[in-house]
């Protein structure tokens, strides 16, 4: 009685002979179908990232590949992309003045120029941009840390009045809790930045304030850097009903997608949080919290007009 064998246990000279056929025409057959296979699965994958991060460019693509165990390279990614025809569009955005520099409130020197920090908490930008909903407009306050990319703080309203600037950065202060004297904060040259109830907040928190010169964007470029990435990869093409569903979908790209989930080249290709959760300082960072300052709410401005505060 002949006893089968478990799958895996035929050698290749076995099989050969049951099948009638011989090792060279197997091994020519395996030669020219096993590349073909391992394509396949390389452009299987690609095509499920590719859907999964509608705006991931081929640089991004061939990390997320590495990082689950593909041997490819951006040269390869791109030539599959484009025969597939996967390589995103970029649209230029049109951008609405959200600045007004033109107020009697004091301005502050440019302290982040030519900064280059060395841990969390060190230098944080802030910027604030418009939404654009189905009847109104509502604008996105941002706080962000510049060394490891993170969103620490943001609010989205309709007004521009500095409540909105100082929510964000209330968000960053209670999630954060910098130690006193040892954090640039830094802006344009805005209204909601210069009055004197958002200097009064970081002045609590012993934080020193920095700004933009005049028409320099590149003063404030990770914070730029950040607002063309929310609009290409979440605003663009979404309809928002109103700003309570603007929030709800924006405030889900910052912490799930953005924070968590989206590679930075900065970062050698990892998301924030993960970048974060690698640096030795932020265990130790956990198991002894930093004391500040409790953070107080300034009253909100009583102007109806955004660009001015008390």
């Known amino acids: 009685m002949t006893i089968p064998l478990s799958q895996g246990e035929l050698t290749i000279e076995r099989m050969c002979v049951l099948a009638g056929v011989s090792r060279a025409g197997y091994y020519r057959h395996w030669a020219s179908s096993a590349p073909r296979a391992e394509e396949t699965t390389v452009r299987d994958a690609i095509q499920r990232l590719a859907l999964a991060h509608r705006h991931y460019g081929y640089r991004r693509i061939a990390a997320q590949l590495r990082r689950e165990g593909f041997a490819v390279n951006r040269k390869r990614v791109l030539r599959l992309m484009q025969q597939d025809n996967l390589l995103c569009l970029r649209q230029k955005p049109f951008v609405p003045v959200t600045t007004d520099s033109r107020h009697g409130w004091r301005v502050m020197p440019n302290l982040a120029r030519g900064m280059m920090p060395s841990s969390l908490d060190q230098l944080w930008v802030a910027d604030i941009t418009y939404i654009r909903l189905q009847e109104e407009f509502a604008y996105l306050a941002v ?84 607002m063309k990435t929310l609009k290409q990869e979440e605003v663009n093409g979404q309809t928002y009903r109103d700003a309570q569903h603007a929030k709800n979908a924006i405030g889900a790209f910052i912490e799930e997608v953005y924070n968590r989930q989206r590679l930075h080249s900065a970062l050698a290709y990892r998301p924030p949080a993960e970048f974060e959760a690698n640096l030795p300082q932020c265990g130790a960072a956990a198991q002894q919290p930093r004391t500040a300052a409790p953070i107080s709410q300034p009253a909100q401005p009583s102007h109806a007009a955004g660009t001015t505060c008390p």
Not at 195 to 218: K, T
């Open 143 to 226: 706080v962000l840390d510049t060394f490891s990319r993170r969103v620490v703080g943001w609010a989205l309203e309709t007004h521009l009045e500095a409540g909105l600037a100082i929510a964000a950065l209330s968000m960053a202060l209670e999630a954060r809790r910098p130690m006193p004297g040892s954090l640039i904060h830094h802006s344009d040259r805005g209204t909601q930045y210069a009055c004197r109830d958002y200097i009064e907040l970081l002045q609590q928190h012993d934080i020193a304030a920095s700004m933009s010169r005049v028409g320099n964007p590149y003063d404030n470029a990770k914070a730029e850097s950040f």
